[in-house]
């Protein structure tokens, strides 16, 4: 049996992106993260794999955003 489980909780994908639930929460409201909402109460899943297709997402537009912006030497870099 696979380790990683196929669904992961939101508190789960924040623990891998190293952000908070509620960010999670709005990338899923924003059709940004695909989830599933499963149960009676409505909990929220995401698929690990929509999970890997979004981080994926994510490097490509951070490479895209390098190469429209390039690093000029002595220019002020923004924070995190």
Sequence with gaps: MDATPRFLQLADVAEV???SGA???ALVRRHELKAI???G????RV?????EAY???AYADAEQ???EHPF???SPTPRD
Excluded at 41 to 44: D, E, K, N
Excluded at 47 to 51: G, M, R, Y
């Design 17 to 19: 992106l190293n952000i």
């Design 23 to 25: 960010q999670v929460y």
């Design 37 to 39: 909402k499963i149960g």
């Design 41 to 44: 109460r409505g909990q929220w």
């Design 47 to 51: 698929e690990a794999s929509e999970l």
């Design 55 to 57: 981080i994926q997402r």
């Design 65 to 67: 955003f390098v190469r």
């Design 72 to 74: 000029v030497e002595g």
